[in-house]
């Protein structure tokens, strides 16, 4: 199951042809900042990690963050339309190099496409729901529910403090 989500995530992001912690809460729009919320802290431990760094084959990252800061879950991708993703992809992969990233995949997905955070929530709370009824452990790296709170800073400090690797 490991391998197969490494899989989906590496390829969504290869595209050329054309994703316990305080619950996901909205506290204002999109443009929060960190001034105006009181903001959870990443506890070290409270999220399993991969053993070695393993992201799967199709990644070159220096790994210094957990799998979800490099990952575009689907149910995001499907909320701006196959097209809209499939031009997002091909910019964003010509515009990578071989350096850490420095803004969460997410993060400038979000931008690019100015999703309103009550929208992010509400595809993450369906996802939560999802994973919880088929019995995924939310607690462990590949399965990670993103903080919207973090996420909609767009403060990359914040968020690269918050989803740094153990």
């Avoid at 042809?17 to 001034?35: N, Q, Y």
């Avoid at 997905?109 to 009550?118: L, T």
Wanted: charged share 25%; aromatic share 12%; net charge negative.
């Amino acid at each position: 199951m490991k391998k197969l989500l490494s899989l989906l995530a590496a390829l969504a992001l290869l595209l050329t042809a054309c994703g316990v912690r305080p619950a996901l809460e909205e506290t204002s729009d999109a443009t929060t900042t960190e001034t105006e919320t009181t903001l959870p802290v990443y506890v070290p431990g409270s999220i399993k990690i991969n053993p070695g760094n393993d992201y799967g084959e199709y990644t070159n990252y220096k790994k210094s963050f957990r799998v979800i800061y490099y990952n575009l879950p689907g149910s995001l991708q499907y909320s701006v339309g196959e097209k809209e993703f499939c031009d997002f992809a091909d910019e964003y992969e010509a515009n990578q190099s071989d350096e850490e990233m420095t803004e969460m995949l997410m993060v400038t997905f979000i931008k690019h496409f100015n999703i309103p955070k009550s929208q992010f929530i509400e595809i993450f709370e369906e996802k939560r729901a999802f994973w919880a009824e088929i019995g995924l452990d939310m607690t462990h790296e590949d399965h990670e529910i993103p903080n919207a709170d973090i996420i909609y800073t767009f403060n990359n400090e914040i968020i690269n403090e918050y989803y740094r690797r153990e």
